[in-house]
């Protein structure tokens, strides 16, 4: 085999979740690429959890839809999942939860009833158990040695003291001797590098801190609590603040107030958070504050289903905001980007003096990826942007802060406390020192100063990536975390004989409206593919190229596009 | 150096407050205990609120925010926990500070930040032309209760003490040299110190005139012992109204309880991770 697609199903509170880390980190340090996804209700226990991984030989761009093997540590997983199911995939279950035979199931399934809570119980009390067993069991069905997931066991538990760590790996060794045969044996790996395993929300973290980040204020919310654990974690040795405000209204501002004071600071949260923050961009855009927010977006209006997918945000962050001013918008496609678009977007909002999106979602963030460790090593370049200095000499001893003298619409600043470099940040309209204005000429003046700012930062907008074939019948049109389930429609349809291409917008806004207009108006098919119900992207196009993308295929269900999905559409 | 001086500290703008309006009185304070405490301009920063009192924005010479209505509160504690050895003084309203962001209010007191605010409370909102602000007392009419408020009103003081700031006191703006003391004994407080300031609002208020006050005002001799005896004090609201500190209490600040400001202020570290090695060792 040289991908398999294993899921993994039960209430919450039984472990899914670390079941899936630590099966995909059983492989990643072999090689193997992986990918982790979960699907949780918004509950602590109870309900329906899986978690569904995928481990192949070569790197991919997503998951996909059928399963090869279903462990089920409940009835439901196997009635919820049984339509995943392909002719000989293996559902593996208790035959305490339900006397399943072949043919309950619509295709021609294995079985592989495992006592989970008999093994248990030889050990512990405790059913909760039951997820190592069953990793013990897959680890060994996919062929790979003990010794791998002993390690990963070691390391997982190594906090909680040796007993643990001890009772988990007896666990898993009974799991892992139950099974009299391997099924879906992996093919070698092609290991190249150190791969690591991380969500999307540790790649913006890992991109934030690797960018300089010294202060967050970020309310919980899901789908970026990730990012709080880690910024949190490691406030201490990386010498940053994180702090827990009392809403996102107070969450944003506090970012502001620590941006003016001279440190790069963000902030994280989804759509309603981000409703609530909206007042606050508005006085980031006048007072000229970089700042970077991470927008992981979930399922609206209001509440919605906050522990679901979505792509509806793309023109709420472009609009959002009181007034007129410049923002950027940069969506990472894949958990690469969602680094390195982080440290980019530290460095365009001090360098345009501007609010910069991080446009996440559900799907990117929590879900885990392998990655090579060399994508998070390299070298970071950091741009501070046009800074005040003071020694640098001014005119009539007062510093103007928001100087119309630039062609660009970028004055330095200063940070309170330097000498001679005094200001006011004011939220009014104002002059050049930061003084009230209503004066018509300098408020028209002061507002093109900064939606001159538009202008100049098209020189560092990047153009929308073009993968696949020039001579394609389809061409797909997407942004965000689209990417990686078209890529893998890609291949599916290329083994059918039928040649695509993709054009992905990963910088939104300012929009790159010339460059798309040369891209897309030579095509005579073009498919735009979105996870909401309106196609976002297809109207920024339309607003801004005048290109009109008839056809769409969009999902809005709450869950991520499956590439089967993509192909079945067309 | 150029010396400090409440002079030093004004810019070149003339305010534009109404004559007679208890903001100048603040304003003067503001500028005498900044002054006496050798802030200069370049020295510290003031966070305003909008409202009358946020106008002071473009009166006094020394860095600012004018935050947006509400948002004093959290705007400095970020610039504070960024820069904890810079000097900051929030000048901000009884709407602003009670009513927009009465929720910053209870959790910024909560964190016991050091910082401090001062409060233009006048129980009305001056600047949209006189409506009823969170302390206007029961039965007081305005633009926006012409059958005189139904609400009771918000406690500044009450408030303070029971959310855990750390220095509550009130003053009179119809009293220059004795809130300038104040201020200055609340800018020398570690921690998170609020001074209610009582201020006649001279063109919406005909009730609570300089007269009305003064005939009223007493100081308290000294400090409550307690925060029960504090409470009890705060609540005394009439025919005396006491002016002067109602509680004290030295506790860690927000600032203090940040591990990664031991050392250095947050503005003054470098960017760059020491062991990124190990950092990454955690996703393997």
Redesign the interface.
Known sequence: MDSVTWKIGGEAGFGIMASGTMLCRTFSRAGYHVMATNDYPSLIRGGHNFITVRIATEEFASMNRDVHILVALNYESVEKHKEELMDGSLVIFDPKDGEWKEGDFQKKVKLLPVPFREIVGKFTADPVMRNTVALGVTVALLGAPFERLSSVITDQFKKKGEEVVKQNLTIAKAGYDFPSEKSFVLGPSKKKERLLVINGSEAVGVGAVRAGLKFAAIYPMTPINALITFLADHAKNLKLVYKQPEDEIAGINMAVGASIAGVRSMVATSGGGFALMVEGLSFAGVVEAPLVIDMGMRVGPATGMPTYTEQGELQFVIHAGHGEFPRIILAPSDIGEAYSLTVDAFNLADRYQVPVFVLTDKYLNESQWSLPQSALSGSVEIDRGKLFSSDSKNSNGEFKRYSLDVSDGISPRSFPGMKKGLYHADSYEHDEVGHVTEDTSMRTKMSLKRLKKLEAMKKDMKAPKIVGDSEAEITFVSWGSSKGPILEAMKLLAAKGKKTRLIHFSWLFPFPAEEATKLLSPVTRLIDVEQNATGQLASLIREHTGILIKEKILKFDGRPFYPEEIVEKL | MSTVTPDSLK?N?LPTWCPGCGDFGIWMALRDALANLRIG?????I?YG?GCHG?M??WV????????HG?T???????????H??PVVIISGDGDCLGEGG??F??AAKRNPDLTVFIHNNEVYGLTTGQASPTAQAGFKTKSTPEGAVDEPVNPLTLAIASGATFVARGFAGDMQGLSALMKTAIEHKGFSVVDILQPCVTFDKVHTYQWYRQRVYKLETIPENKIKALEKAMEWGDRIPLGVFYKENKPTSEDR????A?KP??D?P???E???G??NE??
């Open positions: 810019t703008f301009s370049d020295d510290g920063l966070v909008i106008n924005h473009d010479n020394m860095y600012a925010i004018r935050a947006l948002r509160l959290p705007v400095a504690q970020g610039a504070k926990l960024v820069n050895k810079l929720n910053h209870i959790h940040e591990s990664a400001l050392d947050l503005v570290l960017l760059t991770i062991n990124l090695e950092l990454l996703f393997y």
